[in-house]
């Protein structure tokens, strides 16, 4: 083999994309830029007042800083019931969301058209916050904790559901078919063979979405659906921001709590 | 009595896994079908409790038709297959005693059965079985806490806690060590003489196929090619089933006794020499 032969064979230059590749590569993220200044140029930004951000800033803690402790004793039900919220909206949840699991998932749903109305159901759960659930609710219940359960549990549904669902796809099939073998019904196949390989995943979303939840229901009480947002709202209405600090660092504390709760559950499971 | 008659299987694609298949079992006896992968052994057997649906034939189980049944129907004929599966196919996150009393699932109502609440009857007959097959004392121990042994025998002992008329076994011993293939073959074959039930076995393993089963049956593409008793598999009949190859060292010689010690240790020195030479020739 000449040197030059070599050369050919082994060149010293390689690229991963070739020019045309390069160039399909430089167009999206100049088209990315375009769209960014695009939306920029039509949300008419007011920039000035990002001029005196920093000073309004300072405004702000100087007004929350010291936090009103007095405050804290009114704020303990609505925070109590905040937790209640999303813990009777999780418990809800739960009971609706297994159904609806089984419904969604391929190897478990009984025909298309149930697989359908499971996925339709899983979607447009997730496709709708949880503060327009509040809204509609409240327009239904009106004002109060019980809306705030409700727009709680529908929001969770699909977020369980779907997770839950998705498990239930990747079960092992062969203990599925020994229970069948056995001349088992339906049911029983579901509740022997497939429930005890989704078990870890059920328990998990489940505690991780009631750790969400607390945290969603802390704002439910700005639509009227009960808990510690109501008061938050008003106070900050009112200006009385040292009792807004109050309310934002128990709400932190709790939130904190809940994940640790959350965690350490989700450790557990084997 | 069972009887299978002219049993076929067509896919979709217009693949036959199956081309008429007829066979009869009429006593309690251990069968051993065995061919190459993809000669229809599994998808023979899982016609038979409808985990395959076969496309023609009948399959009759003390002459109740099984290849028409749906539904109820399908679920109690169920009741009467045991099943014993390559990789176990335990619920591994259940305990080894809810794995064996799902064995009487067919029999107790749903919400017994979530309740795990199952007749007392039941309960003794799984005790009786887990000593049986050698696990005694570890009914609350999680299904995926044991060895391949220990879950195959958790298996068999699901599939005798059906009372089963007829034992369908999948490759039993296809995921296990030779020692622990040979204690589970000889498990399965004790057992199913002890309940007197007849046992559809599918295995690879020709020499243990050989020393365990009363009758061995022969499938090659979808075909039933040998039917007969263990001592008859000779080496045109192997050739038969699987192809040209030499088999002068897989059957067992049942023929001269005497010169059995003899004639393994000559088997096992030309082994030696072939693999010497072959890998000679191969360096």
Known sequence: MTPKEHAKRHPEIWRKFSPRETLVRYAWMFGIVLVAAWSLRNLDIPWFYFLDAHKQVADLFRRMVPPDWGHFSEVMMPLIETIHIATLGTIVTYALALPVAFMAARNTTPNKLIWFIGRFILVSSRSINTIVWALIFVAIFGPGPVAGVWAIAFRSIGFMGKLIAEAIEEIDHGAVEAIEATGASRLQVLMLGVLPQVWPVILGTTVYRWDINIRESTVLGFVGAGGIGIQLYSSINLFAWDQVAVMLLSILAVVILSEFVSATVRAKIT | ?283
């Open chain 2, 1 to 283: 009595m069972f009887e299978v008659t002219d049993l076929e299987i067509q896919y979709p694609n217009g693949y036959k896994a199956l081309h008429g298949v007829t066979l009869t079992v009429s006593e309690p006896q251990v069968v051993a079908i065995i061919g190459s992968s993809g000669a229809g052994k599994s998808t023979l057997i899982r016609c038979i409790n409808r985990l395959v649906e076969p496309t023609a034939g009948s399959i009759k189980l003390d002459g109740l038709e099984l290849t028409t049944l749906g539904g109820s129907g399908l679920r109690k004929a169920r009741r009467r297959i045991g099943m014993i599966f390559q990789e176990y196919n335990l619920v591994e996150r259940l305990t080894v005693m809810e794995n064996v009393l799902s064995g009487r699932l067919g029999y107790v109502s749903f919400w017994r059965a979530y309740r795990r609440n199952f007749p007392p009857q039941d309960i003794q007959n799984a005790y009786e079985l887990l000593e049986r097959v050698g696990l005694e004392g570890r009914e609350n121990t999680r299904a995926d806490a044991l060895s391949g042994g220990q879950r195959q025998r958790v298996g068999i002992a699901r599939a005798l806690m059906q009372k089963p008329d007829i034992l369908l076994v999948d490759e039993p011993t296809a995921s296990l060590d030779p020692k622990t293939s040979r204690q589970i073959m000889r498990l399965i074959c004790e057992l199913a003489h002890e309940f007197g039930t007849p046992a559809l076995v599918n295995i690879h393993d020709v020499a243990l196929a050989q020393a365990s089963a009363d009758r061995i049956i022969g499938l090659s593409d979808g075909r039933l090619v040998f039917d007969g008793k263990p001592e008859d598999l000779n080496e045109e009949a192997l050739t038969l089933i699987y192809g040209e190859e030499d088999w002068s060292s897989t059957i067992k010689d049942d023929g001269d006794d005497e010169e059995e010690g003899v004639a393994g240790l000559t088997k096992a020195k030309t082994k030696a020499g072939n693999g010497l030479i072959s890998e000679g020739a191969a360096g």
